[in-house]
């Protein structure tokens, strides 16, 4: 029987732990607070170190927290990280997504910096400012960055941030042995979606979806073993989605990849989900990376890469950019279906609609198509936040449990 | 070489995408016809493939499309020939066209630029008829939202 206004208000027949407010994913004032508590004290990924292998190349960066920052190989190979805010009169620094500078120089008045920060020029120094401020005064202001876990250059505004090792824990243990050789990204493409952040990395933790996609039906729903696939949370709102073997040539049109990636099984898959917004996704033969930046309560920019090996053959690397794009390139089988699946989330959660509460009420052992993978996330999203993801302004009377 | 007759295949290309009429699309290909969609991204500065298929591949594609979810804004392909280049035999032409690819909501609320860039073909006289041996849509627009399973 359809619900009355009544019924649809009712919380969920299922522990707090089960469901979430929708408002979490279209509230103005939430998002501001998840900039500030949650991505402005978190370790995200800016770049991948083959973006910047030379001396003095840079990437810039938008930082999910909202500050724009540079990501500079200098002349001593080390990599830093810097916001793209001159400190004279708070102009960008660097517009170009990538590039080569000796220098960082504002093209406002010309102020000048080196790769270590340092300001190395103050146009007519001297004659505007006396002895009453100098270069010394006028640095970039530096944020934390370490290279690891497969080549990415992570970054953290937080100067009171703890390591990156400790952030990322136990997460990423299934991985590691499959990421440590030199890689190189082939692909980058980004796509801006009017959904919450959140609603994607939703997308990324759970495989019950796999009913909205064909490939994956054929390839790996109907086949052995994909029942066998384990979610396990970790600290800090990590999730890892185990391995399983996937039958590529159940696809017509498709084939069994010939290249795969050193020491994972043929047809393997795994995927990490790292709190708050970034997936890595080895599948067969290519490392997949996607990087969220929220940009407002109900648009998303989300970066993808593709990597491969450094020590790739052409036909290797052909073979590898093929499998990519067969199911996740732009114009692939899978990714524009999972778009698709958030971007009818956002327009249907858009404040306005009463659109009431989201189920994460699976269980189904921790296998694949249990929601246990959400329901760790939003435990370390209400934790970080100081609030309740079922009940984000603390004023509705919910059942303890159905 | 007739130049208004290789204009015409390009705009009948265009027309036959739009009505998702991909068999005839297809039969204005060569046997060896080759598409790809191209690329530069200055992020990672390299060159890239996002689409890469021979004549069976695209078939392929083609057919599985009803299998997947797809969105079902209708696109609309616009193509300007800038250029054709014909062989000295006469028997084949390099051909550029200015592409814009419009995309207009499900409601007909709106039409909104959804792509830019550029059909560079490479077309076989046949027993007069101009025939696709090679097509790369060469994209300025990298951003494609949440993007399209029908290639341009």
């Known amino acids: 029987m359809a619900k009355n206004s009544a019924q649809w208000q009712q919380p969920p027949r299922f522990p707090t732990t089960h469901y979430v407010d929708s408002s979490i994913y279209t509230d103005q004032q939430i998002f501001e607070e998840e900039r500030q508590k949650i991505f402005n004290k978190t370790w995200y990924i800016a770049c991948h170190e083959s973006e910047i292998p030379n001396a003095f190349d840079y990437r810039t960066f938008q930082h999910p927290g909202g500050t724009p920052l540079i990501i500079v190989r200098g002349e001593d190979m080390k990599v830093r990280a810097f916001y793209n805010i001159c400190p004279h009169r708070g102009n960008t620094l660097l517009y170009d997504p990538s590039g080569n500078a000796k220098r960082i120089t504002c093209i406002f008045h010309a102020w000048s910096f080196d790769t270590q920060g340092n300001c190395t020029d103050i146009s007519r120094e001297e004659q505007g400012y006396q002895k009453r401020f100098c270069k010394a005064d006028a640095a970039l202001r530096e944020v934390k960055s370490e290279a690891g876990y497969g080549g990415f250059i992570w970054v953290n505004v937080d100067d009171n941030c703890v390591p990156l090792k400790t952030f990322v824990g136990d997460a990423m243990g299934e991985l590691d042995p499959f990421i440590g050789m030199p890689m190189e990204v082939f692909h980058y493409h980004r796509a801006i979606v009017d959904t919450n952040f959140k609603l994607w990395h939703d997308t990324n933790s759970e495989f019950y979806h796999d009913y909205m996609h064909y490939f994956n039906r054929v390839t790996g729903m109907m ?36 290249v795969g990636w050193p020491g994972l099984a ?107 993978g959400m329901r760790h996330y939003y435990a370390e999203w209400s934790r970080l936040m100081g609030r309740k993801s079922f009940d984000p302004y603390g004023d509705r009377r919910v059942s303890a449990a159905a | ?90 028997n084949e032409a390099s051909v550029v066209s200015a592409l814009q690819v419009y995309k207009t909501d499900l409601d007909g609320g709106s039409t909104a630029l959804f792509a830019v860039g550029k059909y560079l073909d490479t077309v076989r006289i046949e027993g007069g008829k101009p025939r696709l041996v090679k097509r790369v849509v060469k994209l300025d627009t990298r951003m494609l939202g949440i993007g399209y399973h029908i290639p341009f």
């Open chain 1, 223 to 258: 086949q052995p073993g994909y029942f066998d696939r384990k979610c396990v949370g970790y600290d800090n709102g990590h999730v890892l989605v185990g391995s399983m073997e996937i039958k590529y040539d159940a696809y017509d049109g498709s084939k069994e990849r010939g």
């Open chain 1, 266 to 372: 043929q047809g393997g898959w795994i995927l990490i989900d790292l709190f708050p917004g970034l997936t890595y996704n080895l599948r067969t033969s290519v490392l997949r990376m996607d990087t969220m930046i929220p940009l407002s309560p109900n648009k998303v920019m989300i970066e993808y890469r593709g990597l491969g090996l450094k020590s790739d053959t052409a036909t290797e690397r052909a073979q590898r950019i093929f499998d990519h794009n067969t199911i996740w390139g732009p114009f692939g089988r899978n990714l524009h279906e999972d778009l698709l699946g958030v971007h009818g989330q956002g327009r249907a959660m858009r404040p306005g609609t009463d659109s009431r509460w989201v189920l994460q009420g699976r269980e189904e052992n921790s296998t694949i198509h249990d929601e246990v």
């Open chain 2, 1 to 90: 070489m007739d130049r208004t007759a290789i204009q015409d295949m390009v705009y009948q290309t265009c027309l036959l995408l739009d009505d998702k009429n991909f068999n005839a699309f297809l039969d204005l290909c060569d046997d060896e016809f080759r598409y790809s969609i191209a690329t530069h991204s200055p992020e990672i500065r390299k060159d890239m493939i996002w689409l890469d298929h021979d004549k069976k591949g695209m078939k392929n594609l083609f057919t599985q499309l009803p299998r997947h979810n797809s969105d079902h804004s209708p696109i609309t392909r616009h193509a300007t020939v800038y250029k054709v280049d014909v062989s000295g035999d006469g």
